[in-house]
């Protein structure tokens, strides 16, 4: 199976290498674009994995967990046999969050500032001397995430961010990304829970936070936009 010549020419763009760091999200991202932007029609097939991995600059592994994860959100089909494929589904799912609509802008604004605030509350947080207790509160914020079911995900993550927040030793940080986390929510509970992003997503909380105990500013930050960058791609993928 290829792709058609009207998919090559429009996806040309879009389908191109991402960052390294969310090679999954970044992926996602890209496959909704071409969705959302109906240079896919409704039953069509996507190009195989090998063409998408090499357009993309990921590996084949990446591109099927992509796959799989929007065939579980209901964006794809995949068939088996002389004629399967992977395919875009004939009706795509509606819009979570009670059919609110969030403007670019309002995206953009919400994760702008998030990247502000949070890259340097963990900066904070790593240049810091630590007490005890703070150090104990990451670890068990860490590990409750880190063991969450899923309905409880999104909550456990909150509270783990703000457990770094509190760590950055500045009490009137914490109220900026508590208000600015409610309304990422808000955001986030217009799109599905992804397992590739969950786990991926650990495993930055799990570098994150020992960099922060091992009083590495420059490393906790890098992860930290890195882990940000991740979650937006997500939402622009599936909101804009």
Same mark, same amino acid.
């Given at each position: 199976?290829?792709?058609?010549?009207?998919?090559?020419?429009?996806?040309?763009?879009?389908?191109?290498?991402?960052?390294?760091?969310?090679?999954?999200?970044?992926?996602?991202?890209?496959?909704?674009?071409?969705?959302?932007?109906?240079?896919?029609?409704?039953?069509?097939?996507?190009?195989?994995?090998?063409?998408?991995?090499?357009?993309?600059?990921?590996?084949?592994?990446?591109?099927?967990?992509?796959?799989?994860?929007?065939?579980?959100?209901?964006?794809?089909?995949?068939?088996?046999?002389?004629?399967?494929?992977?395919? /875009?589904?004939?009706?795509?799912?509606?819009?979570?969050?009670?059919?609110?609509?969030?403007?670019?802008?309002?995206?953009?604004?919400?994760?702008?500032?998030?990247?502000?605030?949070?890259?340097?509350?963990?900066?904070?947080?790593?240049?810091?001397? /630590?007490?005890?207790?703070?150090?104990?509160?990451?670890?068990?914020?860490?590990?409750?995430?880190?063991?969450?079911?899923?309905?409880?995900?999104?909550?456990?993550?909150?509270?783990?961010?703000?457990?770094?927040?509190?760590?950055?030793?500045?009490?009137?940080?914490?109220?900026?990304?508590?208000?600015?986390?409610?309304?990422?929510?808000?955001?986030?509970?217009?799109?599905?829970?992804?397992?590739?992003?969950?786990?991926?997503?650990?495993?930055?909380?799990?570098?994150?936070?020992?960099?922060? /105990?091992?009083?590495?500013?420059?490393?906790?930050?890098?992860?930290?936009?890195?882990?940000?960058?991740?979650?937006?791609? /997500?939402?622009?993928?599936?909101?804009?």
């Amino acid at each position: 199976m290829s792709a058609s010549p009207d998919f090559t020419d429009a996806s040309a763009g879009l389908l191109r290498p991402d960052r390294p760091f969310n090679a999954f999200e970044d992926t996602v991202e890209r496959l909704l674009q071409t969705i959302r932007l109906g240079i896919l029609a409704p039953g069509e097939a996507l190009p195989p994995e090998r063409e998408l991995a090499a357009r993309l600059g990921v590996s084949r592994d990446t591109v099927r967990e992509a796959i799989k994860s929007l065939a579980e959100a209901g964006y794809l089909v995949s068939r088996r046999g002389r004629y399967g494929g992977t395919f /875009l589904a004939e009706v795509l799912p509606a819009p979570r969050g009670d059919g609110v609509r969030h403007s670019r802008a309002e995206i953009d604004d919400v994760l702008g500032l998030r990247e502000i605030l949070e890259t340097g509350a963990v900066r904070a947080a790593a240049t810091r001397s /630590l007490s005890i207790g703070e150090r104990q509160a990451l670890r068990r914020r860490l590990a409750d995430v880190r063991g969450a079911a899923p309905e409880d995900y999104r909550r456990l993550d909150s509270r783990l961010h703000l457990a770094i927040a509190e760590a950055a030793g500045l009490p009137s940080l914490v109220p900026l990304i508590a208000h600015n986390r409610m309304r990422l929510n808000e955001l986030l509970d217009c799109i599905p829970l992804l397992v590739r992003n969950i786990a991926h997503s650990d495993e930055q909380h799990a570098a994150i936070v020992a960099a922060i /105990l091992a009083g590495d500013a420059d490393t906790a930050a890098q992860t930290m936009t890195a882990h940000l960058w991740g979650t937006a791609a /997500l939402l622009h993928g599936f909101l804009d």
